[in-house]
Nanobody
Framework: QVRLVESGGGLVQPGGSLRLSCATS????????MHWYRQAPGKEREWVAS???????NYTDSVKGRFTISRDNPRTTMYLQMTSLKPEDTARYYC?????????WGRGTQVTVSS
């Protein structure tokens, strides 16, 4: 059974920083592309960033230069370092992988950017 558990969310002021973690188990983590998504209230879930098994990264335009995705293969954990946070970054953040022919999602961690 694949398990994804996000953590690190919270309430932060505009301009602040947070680091999200996604701890995984049950899959061959080092061989998988991993993704972060987010969903704001009343909006559809949107892709935020991806990191390939080789470490190549991609970001949605709205977070480029502010967010950094990374991975620690021995710890089977993925991270999202978020800086210069804006109120529009407020959302529930989810990690995602596709393995064993199935799309796996965590339960998410809430990020709220507000003064």
């Amino acid at each position: 059974q694949v398990r994804l558990v996000e953590s690190g969310g919270g309430l932060v002021q505009p301009g602040g920083s947070l680091r999200l973690s996604c701890a995984t188990s049950g899959s061959i983590f080092s061989r998988l592309t991993m993704h972060w998504y987010r969903q704001a209230p009343g909006k559809e879930r949107e892709w935020v960033a991806s990191i390939s098994d080789g470490g190549s990264t991609n970001y949605t335009d709205s977070v480029k230069g502010r967010f950094t995705i990374s991975r620690d293969n021995p710890r089977t954990t993925m991270y999202l370092q978020m800086t210069s946070l804006k109120p529009e970054d407020t959302a529930r953040y989810y990690c995602h992988q596709f393995s064993r022919g199935t799309a796996w999602w965590g339960r998410g961690t809430q990020v709220t950017v507000s003064s």
